[in-house]
T-cell receptor
Framework: ETGVTQSPTHLIKTRGQQVTLRCSSQ?????VSWYQQALGQGPQFIFQ???????GRGNFPPRFSGLQFPNYSSELNVNALELDDSALYLC?????????????FGEGSRLTVL | AQSVTQLDSHVSVSEGTPVLLRCNYS??????LFWYVQHPNKGLQLLLK??????LVKGINGFEAEFKKSETSFHLTKPSAHMSDAAEYFC???????????FGTGTRLKVLA
């Protein structure tokens, strides 16, 4: 069973730039969620995708956007980067309809904005 | 609105002694509750989950948690700490039928030799 994989693992950007983070879901999972984890904090929900559409969003501005592809992989895009966007970005896959609701996380992409 | 509160930001125990990590939740409906562990520079791994079955939930690596509705608590315990347990632990709540998971602020567990 293939786990959740994310790329890149680390990257550095400057303020105002744009970034794309990628995620491959665990085999058999049809839902992907993205979380932002600032240093010393718990993960914060950004949004969730199911069947290539966003079906839930947290308190993040529109410059945070995403895509889900037919193979259930996903991208997180952040435009006009700000210093506060520096964080670990976690992707989690799950199976919609699974009553246990377990999320399976990747190891994250650590973004530093200078 | 649902939320979780982890009552201790840091906990230190000696190897071989019991571990107690405290979590209180707030939810209008029957919640699903989880404990996740995060080792340095790693992703989050599920320790255990409560989904309205047995109130005492056993997880991996000897951890367990008890759901107490009257106290709105879901504390994580382990009888004997091991050095490899040193990590960040997160209590998580998901209200039934929602897509959103609410994480606590985390408890950093330190295990002393």
């Amino acid at each position: 069973e293939t786990g959740v994989t994310q790329s890149p693992t680390h990257l550095i950007k400057t303020r105002g730039q744009q970034v794309t983070l990628r995620c491959s879901s665990q085999s058999g999972h049809n839902t992907v969620s993205w979380y932002q984890q600032a240093l010393g904090q718990g993960p914060q929900f950004i949004f969730q995708y199911y069947r290539e559409e966003e079906n839930g969003r947290g308190n993040f501005p529109p410059r945070f956007s995403g895509l889900q592809f037919p193979n259930y992989s996903s991208e997180l895009n952040v435009n006009a980067l700000e210093l506060d966007d520096s964080a670990l970005y976690l992707c989690a896959s799950s199976l919609l309809g699974d009553l246990t609701g377990e999320l399976f996380f990747g190891e994250g992409s650590r973004l530093t904005v200078l | 609105a649902q939320s979780v509160t982890q009552l201790d930001s840091h906990v230190s125990v000696s190897e071989g002694t019991p571990v107690l990590l405290r979590c209180n939740y707030s939810s209008s409906y029957s919640p699903s509750l989880f404990w996740y562990v995060q080792h340095p520079n790693k992703g989050l791994q599920l320790l255990l989950k409560y989904t309205s079955a047995a109130t005492l939930v056993k997880g991996i690596n000897g951890f367990e948690a008890e759901f107490k509705k009257s106290e709105t608590s879901f504390h994580l315990t382990k009888p004997s700490a091991h050095m490899s347990d040193a990590a960040e632990y997160f209590c998580v709540v998901r209200t039934s039928g929602t897509y959103k998971y609410i994480f606590g602020t985390g408890t950093r567990l330190k295990v002393l030799a």
